[in-house]
Structure formats: C-alpha cells, structure tokens
C-alpha cells in the first residue's frame, strides 16, 4: 500500500465552520414532509428498503476518501481508523441487513395450546414511523429547556463527533431497514463531515423520506419540540436527560447510547501481560482515546503493577517508534476545549505518571500516557475521561476489583484478561455492564472485531436501547400482536358471555387453581 493510499494530503482544523446551519422552517418542513412519506407507505416495501440500504452503502464507498478527508479535517483521525472502523463496517452492515429482510420482516406464528391455533396469533414487525437520530448535543445548556424548570444552565460535551459517520449513519441503516423515514442531526463538533452529509444524502437517498439537519443547540431544541415515532440518541448521560425528557412530553420512546468509565480487570497470574498490554494499549490509542468504549482504567493486583507498566512501554515504542505526537498513525484531541480538560485532569492527579505525558498545545495532541498509583477520588477517576490517559488502580484481588466496579455507574464496556475460568463466571455473575470482553478491548465495535450478532447497549447510567444490524433494526420496529378468530369457534366462546353461570365459572376461573409446584428453597439468598 502506497503512502498516498493513507495519508491525508488536507490539515486538520481546530475551528468549527463551514456548516450550514438549517433553519427552524426546513426543520419542520422535514418533519412534515417525512410524516407524509410514512403515511403514504412509501418506506414500507421491501424493495424499497433494499434499495435506500444498498443506495446508503454506495453513498458511503464512492465518497469514501471525501468522508475520510471530512473527518481528518473535523477531528485529525488518521484514514486506516476512519476506513476500518466507520466506512467498512458501515458499507457491510447496509449490504447484509438488505440481505436479511425478508427474514426479519415475515409474520412469525406463534406456537399456541391446540385450541387457540385456529386463531392464528401472529406477531407482525411494523415500521414505527418518522424517527429522529440525534449525533451529538455538544454545549447543550439544560436551561434551553424551560419545562425542565432548572434555574441554573449546565453546558456540557457531547461525544459523537469521535466517530461521526457510523455513529450518524448506524441507526440510520436500522431506520431505513425498519421501513421509517428519519431525520439526522450530527455533531457540529465535525463541521466538514456534516455539511459534507447534508450534501451527499439527498443524491442518493430518497429526499421526502431522509434529511439532514444541521446546527447546534437551536436546532437541535426545535427537533426535539417536534413528535417523533422514536429517538435515538448517542453521547452522555447529562445530555441524554435532556433528550429523554423532551421525549417523554410526546411519551417518545429513546434510545441512548452513553459512556461512561469502562474498566479494565487484569488477572496477572493467568493472563500474558504482554498481550494483555498490545491489546489494552491498542483500545486506548485508536482515536487517541476518543471512544465510548475505550480503556477508561485498569484494576491489577499491586505486584504486577510495574510489569504491565513495562510491557506497556514496549508496545508504546513499538506502535510509535519515533513518538506518537509525530506519527501520522495517530489522532489528536477533537477541540482546545477537551485538550484542556485533559491536560487539567492529569495536573491534578495524585499518581505517578509514568509514561507519555507529552502535549503540543498547537496541535492537540496528548501522548498515549500511564498514570500508576492512582486511588478512589484520584481526579482521573471523577468522569469518563475520553482521552489517552490510562489510570492504573492498583488493587488486592479480583473481589476488591469487582467491589470497585460495583461501586460506580454501570459502565457500558467491562474488559478483562484472564484465562481463568471461575474468574470469568464470577464476573458474569457479580457485575453489570454494557458488555463483557474478554482478553481483548475495543475491537468489538470494529469492522474486523465486530459479531454483527451481538446488540450493543449500554445498561444504567450507559444508556438503554440495543443496536447494530437486527437489534437495531428491532428498536426502530413496533412489535404488532395479531388475532383472526373464525366464525366457527363461537359455540366455545360462549362460556364469557353473561348471563355467568356456575359452570362459566369453573371454566373461567380454572388458572386460579392450578397446581404450583412445591417450594425447595427453605430460606431466601440474601
């Protein structure tokens, strides 16, 4: 491969601009017209939905490098990660939720008692309807919403710039699969990727049924006053509130997509700390720690504290021989104000660092940096840190690891290395996350690590709602009971009828005395 086949010929900007931001008369002309489409049934054939899928996935191949150069500008991701982790796995997903949809939308009869099969009960998928897909709220100041009746305004990030193609394009493949017409708001933390959407969008999808809308905070509070059928929103809990709230004035079901501190249990005495210290260095580096799910910190006993500490710094001069503020492997922070809130972080941190720690102000760029000794209420433990900095909480054994799990939000990834059975079984059993990887990071959400089979959801504090292919395609879909009950049946439905007689009741109340089976624990776990 060619150096010119990876490397980004643009420089990356440190400025928002060069979007257009959409107006409150488009937005509601988005809405209306997008409510039209749905109940003239335009988004509903199969056909269609594989066309508008195939349609999205071609969008995304021939103006890959156009996505890619966005994105650079936007947030200085290198091109392999933007290739690997948002086109192709995008690309691919469009390609086989066309290939599943007959599968995922066929009736399903459902398997009933002998008597209640001539009524044949079946389960319909049925498109909700207009959806909206919410990017990023960067800055969003919680007053903006008077019926929260908050006196004091609260700003605060959003994420979804870190990844802004799939994390605006995902939920969108599971709308257009469902059958709903949808509107995206991305992050105008990546300028150049949205006005680049708003451009691409309606050349190749259909324009009465998808819409771009672009803008910060106003644009995104009119969204939000308007109906949907469904919400879905990717960033942080604060945020997600606000999201919530504003749904539940038109009892809009949401679905987040949060963060929070992944962490990462390291079993020293079954685990290839080597290994262990690729992989977990690898989560931390790609998008320099700008990942929902990266490594937010590790849990190892104390004693292997200095080994993990050395292998790390193997693997950092392997992937970064000549440091990783010159390598073009490497990303850099997304704006002024996150490098300050990292670099802040780490000055006020009371561990050790012990790798990195080298900044370029200028640039935005902070090394892959190890910090040791850091305990309960260390700065770096206080929220999700979303940068390349990895504390190391030095602890006795697994059981105190799991308490310091415990002890927080759910996260919405749980990484460990251990080889240990039992050990994975206790935490399985024990904790409550996201997800739970073992012996690896990161790689679950990317084009070559990622089961296409598994939701991806956070739990809590991470959020609620799955995605990703058939769950996705789920959440955008009401699940529709259904009922044919023939003429002929009548004779044996005249038992509810009044006038109630004794023999309608033995009939109708039989579940009251059916047999329960015999209690064979004598006292409750505590």
């Given at each position: 491969m060619g150096q010119s086949q990876f490397v980004h010929l643009s420089k990356p900007e440190t400025t928002i601009g060069g979007m257009s931001h959409s107006s409150a008369q488009e937005t509601e002309q988005h809405h209306a017209t997008l409510y039209r489409t749905f109940k003239a049934g335009t988004c509903r054939p199969l056909d269609y939905r594989?066309?508008?899928?195939?349609?999205?996935?071609?969008?995304?191949?021939?103006?890959?490098?156009?996505?890619?150069?966005?994105?650079?500008?936007?947030?200085?991701?290198?091109?392999?990660?933007?290739?690997?982790?948002?086109?192709?796995?995008?690309?691919?997903?469009?390609?086989?939720?066309?290939?599943?949809?007959?599968?995922?939308?066929?009736?399903?009869p459902v398997d009933v008692p002998a008597w209640?099969?001539?009524?044949?009960?079946?389960?319909?998928?049925?498109?909700?309807?207009?959806?909206?897909?919410?990017?990023?709220?960067?800055?969003?100041?919680?007053?903006?919403?008077?019926?929260?009746?908050?006196?004091?305004?609260?700003?605060?990030?959003?994420?979804?710039?870190?990844?802004?193609?799939?994390?605006?394009?995902?939920?969108?493949?599971?709308?257009?699969?469902?059958?709903?017409?949808?509107?995206?708001?991305?992050?105008?933390?990546?300028?150049?990727?949205?006005?680049?959407?708003?451009?691409?969008?309606?050349?190749?999808?259909?324009?009465?049924a998808y819409a771009v809308v672009n803008g910060g905070v106003p644009e995104t509070t009119k969204l939000l006053e308007l109906r949907w059928a469904h919400i879905f929103y990717t960033g942080n809990g604060r945020v997600g509130r606000i999201v919530a709230a504003a749904a539940a004035k038109h009892l809009t079901p949401v679905s987040l997509?949060?963060?929070?501190?992944?962490?990462?249990?390291?079993d020293a005495e079954s685990c290839d700390l080597r290994i262990a210290a690729r992989r977990i260095f690898y989560g931390k580096a790609a998008n320099a720690g700008q990942t929902c799910v990266a490594p937010d910190y590790v849990l190892i006993p104390r004693s292997a504290q200095d080994a993990l500490v050395s292998a790390l710094r193997e693997v950092a001069a392997e992937r970064f021989p000549s440091g990783a503020l010159a390598s073009d492997s490497y990303g850099r922070i997304v704006n002024g104000a996150h490098f300050t809130r990292l670099t802040a972080l780490l000055r006020r941190s009371r561990g050790k660092v012990v790798m990195g720690g080298e900044t370029d102000e200028a640039r935005l760029?902070?090394?892959?940096?190890?910090?040791?000794?850091?305990?309960?209420?260390?700065?770096?433990?206080?929220?999700?840190?979303?940068?390349?900095?990895l504390p190391i909480v030095p602890i006795a054994d697994i059981d105190e690891a799991i308490a310091f799990v415990n002890a927080r939000d759910n996260p919405l990834a749980f990484y460990a290395f251990t080889s240990r059975p039992e050990i994975k079984q206790k935490l399985l059993d024990e904790t409550l996350s996201g997800s739970l990887i073992f012996n690896d990071t990161f790689d679950q959400l990317s084009e070559r690590g990622a089961v296409n089979e598994l939701p991806f959801s956070g739990v809590g504090e991470s959020g609620y709602g799955c995605q990703v292919m058939k769950y996705g395609f789920d959440g955008f879909t009401h699940v529709r009971s259904s009922l044919d009950l023939p003429n002929e049946i009548e004779p044996q439905l005249s038992v509810r009828y009044p006038p109630y007689t004794e023999e309608n009741f033995k009939v109708m109340s039989a579940g009251v005395y059916l047999p329960i089976p015999p209690r064979s624990i004598t006292k409750p776990r505590l």
């Open positions: 594989r066309d508008q899928l195939h349609q999205l996935a071609r969008m995304c191949q021939e103006n890959a490098d156009a996505f890619a150069d966005a994105i650079y500008k936007d947030v200085g991701k290198p091109k392999l990660e933007v290739f690997a982790f948002e086109i192709g796995g995008l690309v691919q997903r469009c390609l086989l939720c066309a290939e599943h949809l007959e599968e995922w939308t066929k009736p399903e209640q099969k001539p009524w044949t009960p079946t389960v319909h998928r049925t498109p909700k309807g207009p959806v909206l897909i919410i990017a990023c709220v960067p800055d969003f100041p919680i007053s903006c919403f008077i019926f929260l009746s908050l006196v004091s305004p609260l700003r605060e990030f959003g994420r979804p710039w870190n990844y802004p193609l799939i994390l605006s394009l995902q939920a969108l493949y599971a709308a257009i699969a469902a059958g709903c017409p949808a509107v995206i708001k991305p992050s105008e933390f990546a300028p150049a990727f949205a006005q680049l959407l708003a451009e691409l969008i309606p050349k190749y999808l259909d324009p009465n997509e949060l963060g929070g501190k992944s962490p990462v249990v390291v760029k902070i090394a892959p940096t190890v910090v040791t000794d850091v305990q309960d209420g260390d700065a770096l433990m206080e929220e999700e840190l979303f940068g390349p900095i």
